[in-house]
């Protein structure tokens, strides 16, 4: 008896579609392509990572980000005028921060949505080599093994009364942070033998589970990519400076 058993996508917006987004983002915010007739793409493309984590009902990621933005605007416009040198450091540390944050958490939320094997699927559909995708398999479990390697040497090191209120934290920083960086290494060992064990390497066509396939939002978001693509690059015909 033949089953066909077809999982749904975890999030709103497909693979492809997360990847241009971060991939926009990262150019035109991060690297502030466009100057200053990109102003208004440039704050869609600030808020379009925290609309996704409210969309796919992430409420932790959520509000860390919404946090995280608010007191990074404050400190920024706090930090103008006339500045001390210690002030003018931390205002450009501010700067870059600022500037780093919409692609973090647009990163932070295709980790958080996009399953190993469905990134895998859309990379099929896009016809990319296997020499791009299993790095990037890789990639998607090695954080999520890290941070629960990081959180079992925690309670190790709690139970040994290893902590920063407890007078050790030289102590903390050695017993956690090098045995973290030993692990990562072997953890990255190991996830690479496990993505060749399941026959990532063969080259051949393989089956998928998941439906990956692009819907309404995936349509607008491309649309917008396109089009703000489309303005950098001949948006200087059209834009009037004030």
Not at 60 to 86: E, M, P
Not at 92 to 98: E, I, K, S
Not at 115 to 120: D, L, M, P, Q, Y
Not at 166 to 190: F, H, N, W
Request: glycine share 8%; charged share 20%; proline share 4%.
């Amino acid at each position: 008896m033949d089953y066909k058993v077809n999982l749904k996508p975890t999030s709103l917006i497909d693979p492809r579609t997360k990847l241009l987004l971060l991939f926009v983002i990262s150019v035109y915010v991060l690297g502030g392509t466009g100057g200053e007739k990109m102003k208004v793409f440039y704050w869609i493309l600030v808020f379009i990572p925290v609309l996704l984590l409210l969309s796919d009902r992430r409420w932790k990621l959520f509000l860390i980000s919404v946090l995280v933005y608010g007191c990074s605007f404050v400190a920024q416009n706090l930090l103008q005028g006339d500045l001390t040198a210690l002030q003018s450091v931390l205002a450009l540390t501010v700067y870059v921060f600022v500037k780093f944050l919409p692609a973090v958490f647009m990163a932070r939320y295709i980790m958080a949505t996009t399953k190993a094997s469905e990134f895998i699927a859309a990379g099929k559909k896009m016809h990319l080599p296997d020499a791009i995708l299993i790095p990037i398999s890789v990639i998607f479990r090695y954080f999520p093994t890290i941070r629960e390697e990081y959180g079992s040497i925690r309670d190790a090191m709690k139970m040994r009364g290893i902590f920063m209120g407890g007078g050790k934290a030289s102590q903390m920083v050695e017993y956690r942070l090098v045995p973290l960086l030993a692990d990562s290494t072997l953890i990255g060992e190991e996830l690479s033998a496990a993505a060749l064990c399941r026959g990532l390497e063969v080259g051949v066509e393989r089956t998928c589970i998941w439906q990956v396939k692009m819907r309404f939002l995936d349509h607008v978001l491309i649309g917008f990519c396109i089009l703000t693509i489309f303005w950098s690059i001949f948006g200087g015909l059209f834009y009037d400076p004030i």
